[in-house]
């Protein structure tokens, strides 16, 4: 759609209109691809500086040796690269368009050095309500890494304004809530200039909408529609289809075009259904211990002693629906320009989750060796079904006023802004069903392995007991009901002023900015609830619908009941509204507090020939307050008392940068930077809920959040070369990260260390880790046949590759004392070969994600050998479009043509043992734009 690709310089046409309400300042418009500008750069009232000012021209046409006038896959995109200040990844809308795509994620994956993920990692297995495998099984990513920092290492910003965090337990965004419609860019910053926020170690996104501004015509209406199926719920006949719907109208008017508003909404309902293989939580060991079910013994690899104790074949079925909007203003008045941008996002997914499981861990067989070490083994197994509902809700909403006025040398940029998001799991259910005495395995578990699924082996009489849906019983106590929900909401401020100097000394810029956020968290758990009498068969259950005969055609042939999520979530929610929480289980996971940053900064920029340089200072000031539940446990003899407490922390943090650019030609530049950068540790490591235990002797332990913590802080060094012409573009960056103080996410716990001891009381709090960094290089390269005169000139092909080494000192003696960084790869790849030539475009693309850990495991079933990780996928999706009449497109796409494994983690980097896998299938979408 031309909303989304198109941006550009004001023509001159429209700089002839404009010139007397400029006050003869040269008018630049950023336009929907454009990065928030610098305030000398914008006229039309876009945000101010927030990244580094970057400005792309609205299409990728380039003229050839032959005087043809031909499509360059990209190179909007590339020219804004090379203008930026830093090492910058822009994601044009004509980008967006030409891949397939469910989410913005999915999108931004194919730039070099993102990485994605579909879970934060932190829900432990057959606990996906809080994140994890569920999490995993939606058909989508939903977490950005930039160079294998998360984002809770990243500043997200949405027309320039800081976007709330509404993830409970971390400072990420789940950005799977935005579809790749109503965009007119998305910009990455991978370093930072003394103008933009300080708290962004891995770097900035920002996500722009349109404005009226940014089409040719005075009055411009779109149209997207499109529709799609996901193949395994075709498989498995359960709902299939996805469908959206956007619509966007933009129109200038008044006195010369001087007024503009611009407008859009969507709607979209996607269903998706994937296949899981899970482990409950716990039931692996080591097959030879010392002791039975022991540790592992000197002289035995761990990764190469792991015995799995239960396999829980999964399906998982649901939809997610997503509507929204954006509204854009825009008033250029004189020498002054003035805007509004907002923006509204929700997600609100709907999940069925279906389990057998073969749980054999209570039924130890070990045998002691002659050498005293035990042979671990089971001779037999419980058979479970499991039914659940996973929803997940999430919103984002942002508005930013502001403007920029230009009087002579002095160009004043100014913004006030509010955002809110909200993370929730409102109505989450489940019921446990399990098979009794003689109706088990009946005989010793084991498994085989076929591409990497544990497949356990059963006799026909074993396998026709597991398929006998009348065997299974509900288990008394084994229902449970959980309401979970976090906000976030930011409002701020900021004032930038630019004096244009001359010279050598190019220009002057100093700015102070302030952001109050808020935060609220809850959860609450209701469990041992009965939803159905104890003993009722699974096949009389009111929450049934169907029987299916394969819960994995492939691998697991077990029939399983289909059931209706709505009646499970409505029989535990009146199960639940007969239970009075204590005020221990009511309150220990609510967390709120406020956060207020106050940050200025001083900017000059010195231009000598064909040098730029531009040293800078900022310093950000930091207040959190934190209200939190403490739970006593063993008595109150010594006066302490159950109640909300409250904690402190501050940080004072001083940034210095330095950004160097030789610009040879206008189509090469080389870089480079040093800057200084910091993240502030999560709410809940500083003040999750606090346990006191009150021993017999009247000694007290205590753990809790640690207010404080300190911030991790980073020395950045970066250096890139970038060359376009025509139909050739190529960069490569290197880069280096030096961290002190590093902290890590665990979700919904932290790892309390011993920091305080009297006598025999106690207390215990997360501690920062010592030293970490990475090094690593990205290379990008595209090349068209751009010079051939005939059909030959659409041809290309494009590729980037991210080859990065980390690592960590935990500081921890549970584990080993050097580590790789959390979340980040070695190794990411993209490989595209297209054709775009006239009214057709074609694409068929490749991406892989490099195996990276996921969580860190402590004690003797940790270590790196057994640090949960999230090892490497793959995926090879297709586009074919054709534009009709200029004004008239289809597009069909597939995705994950070779039916890839989606999401596959294991216990351990090298060991296949204990894994957790989940394929979506392939997907298939049919798009039709309309531009008029």
Avoid: C
């Amino acid at each position: 759609m031309n909303s989304i690709i198109k941006m550009v310089r004001v023509d001159a046409r429209l700089r002839s209109r404009t010139a007397a309400w400029l006050n003869g300042a040269a008018g630049i418009a950023i336009a929907a691809l454009s990065t928030p500008a610098m305030a000398s750069d914008t006229a039309n009232g876009g945000p101010s500086a927030e990244s580094q000012a970057v400005t792309v021209p609205r299409s990728d046409m380039v003229r050839n040796d032959g005087g043809q006038d031909i499509i360059v896959t990209g190179h909007a995109s590339k020219k804004a690269e090379i203008a930026s200040t830093g090492t910058t990844s822009v994601l044009s809308g004509a980008d967006l368009q030409r891949q397939p795509a469910v989410s913005v994620v999915d999108a931004l994956a194919r730039l070099p050095g993102i990485s994605v993920a579909p879970t934060d990692f932190f829900g432990t297995p057959s606990s996906g309500n809080h994140g994890g495998l569920d999490g995993a099984a939606r058909g989508g990513a939903s977490f950005v890494y930039l160079r294998g920092l998360s984002g809770s290492y990243n500043v997200n910003l949405v027309n320039g304004a800081n976007a709330a965090q509404g993830m409970p337990y971390s400072r990420q965004i789940q950005l799977d809530l935005l579809p790749p419609v109503g965009i007119a860019a998305i910009v990455v910053n991978k370093t930072s200039t003394a103008d933009m926020d300080g708290d962004a170690i891995g770097g900035t996104i920002d996500f722009r909408t349109p404005t009226a501004f940014d089409f040719d015509q005075k009055t411009h209406v779109g149209v997207y529609l499109q529709g799609g199926l996901n193949q395994t719920a075709l498989d498995y006949k359960t709902p299939a289809g996805s469908g959206m719907a956007q619509a966007e109208i933009s129109h200038r008017f008044g006195p010369d075009d001087a007024f503009g508003v611009y407008a859009t909404g969507y709607y979209g309902k996607r269903y998706f259904a994937s296949t899981m293989v899970d482990f409950q939580a716990g039931q692996w060991e080591f097959a030879v211990s010392d002791g039975e079910q022991g540790s592992n013994p000197d002289g035995f690899d761990k990764k190469d002693n792991l015995l799995l104790t239960s396999t829980n074949a999964q399906f998982t079925e649901g939809h997610q629906t997503r509507y929204g909007g954006a509204l854009g203003l825009d008033w250029h008045l004189g020498g002054t320009s003035l805007y509004a941008r907002g923006t509204y996002a929700v997600s609100d997914i709907a999940q069925n989750i279906y389990q057998k499981g073969i749980q054999a861990d209570h039924y130890s067989a070990a045998i002691q060796r002659p050498d005293g070490l035990f042979q671990n083994a089971e001779s037999d197994a419980e058979y479970h079904g499991w039914f659940e509902t996973a929803p997940a809700q999430s919103t984002l909403i942002s508005g930013v006023i502001g403007g920029t006025t230009e009087a002579d040398r002095l160009t004043l940029n100014y913004s006030g802004f509010w955002s809110w998001g909200k993370s929730a799991a409102i109505n989450h259910a489940e019921i446990g069903y399990q098979t009794f005495a003689g109706n088990q395995l009946n005989g010793p578990f084991q498994v085989s392995y076929r591409d990497g699924y544990p497949i356990p082996l059963l006799s026909a009489a074993q396998l026709a007991r597991l398929n006998d849906n009348s065997l299974f019983t509900a288990e008394q106590d084994s229902g449970e009901y959980t309401t979970s929900r976090s906000v976030a909401s930011k409002l701020g401020g900021r004032f930038d002023a630019t004096y244009k100097v001359g010279s050598w000394l190019d220009a002057l810029s100093a700015g102070v900015k302030f952001v109050h956020s808020t935060r609220n968290t809850y959860s609450r758990d209701y469990s041992n609830l009965d939803l159905v009498p104890a003993g009722q068969p699974m096949t009389d259950s009111p929450f049934v619908r169907n029987q299916i005969a394969e819960i994995d055609r492939k691998y697991y042939p077990y029939t399983f009941l289909r059931g209706n999520g709505t009646a499970l979530t409505d029989a535990a929610r009146l199960a639940a509204a007969q239970v009075t929480l204590s005020p221990d289980d009511f309150n220990k996971n609510s967390l709120s507090g406020t956060e207020d940053v106050v940050s200025g900064y001083g900017l000059a920029k010195m231009e000598f020939d064909r040098l730029e340089v531009q040293p800078g200072l900022r310093f950000e000031h930091t207040t959190i307050d934190n209200r939190f539940w403490n739970m006593v446990s063993g008595g109150s003899a010594t006066g302490v008392q159950d109640g909300f407490q409250t904690s402190k922390s501050h940080f004072n943090i001083l940034l210095p940068s330095l950004h160097a650019n030789y610009r040879p030609d206008s189509d090469s530049v080389l870089r480079g930077a040093i800057w200084r950068s910091y993240t502030r540790p999560a709410f809940f490591q500083l003040a999750g809920g606090s346990q006191t235990t009150v021993n017999s002797d009247g000694s007290i332990d205590i753990t809790e959040g640690n207010p404080d913590l300190k911030a991790v802080k980073s020395w950045n060094f970066d250096a890139s070369i970038e060359h376009q012409h025509r139909g050739f573009s190529a960069s490569a960056a290197a880069f280096y990260k030096a961290l002190s103080d590093y902290l890590y996410d665990r979700g919904t716990s932290f790892r309390a260390q011993q920091i305080a001891q009297n006598g025999i009381s106690s207390i215990s709090r997360p501690v920062n880790g010592g030293s970490a960094g990475m090094y690593g290089v990205e290379v990008s390269a595209r090349f068209q046949l751009v010079d051939l005169r005939g059909w030959e000139s659409g041809f290309g092909v494009s590729g980037n590759a991210t080859l990065q080494h980390s690592w960590a000192h935990l500081n921890d003696a549970a584990t080993d004392h050097s580590q790789q960084m959390q979340g980040a790869p070695n190794h990411l790849y993209n490989a595209s070969l297209f054709y775009e030539k006239g009214p057709f475009y074609a694409n068929l693309s490749y991406r892989y994600n490099g195996a990276l850990i996921a969580a860190y495991r402590f004690g003797d079933y940790g270590g790196k050998e057994l640090n949960d990780t999230q090892r490497a996928t793959s995926s090879v999706d297709a586009t074919v479009a054709y534009t009709i009449d200029r004004r008239f497109k289809i597009a069909a796409a597939a995705t994950n043509i070779f039916d890839n494994i989606s999401y596959y983690r294991t216990v351990g980097p090298d060991s296949d043992e204990v894994p957790q896998i989940v394929r979506w299938g392939r997907g298939f979408t049919l798009t039709v734009t309309a531009d008029f």
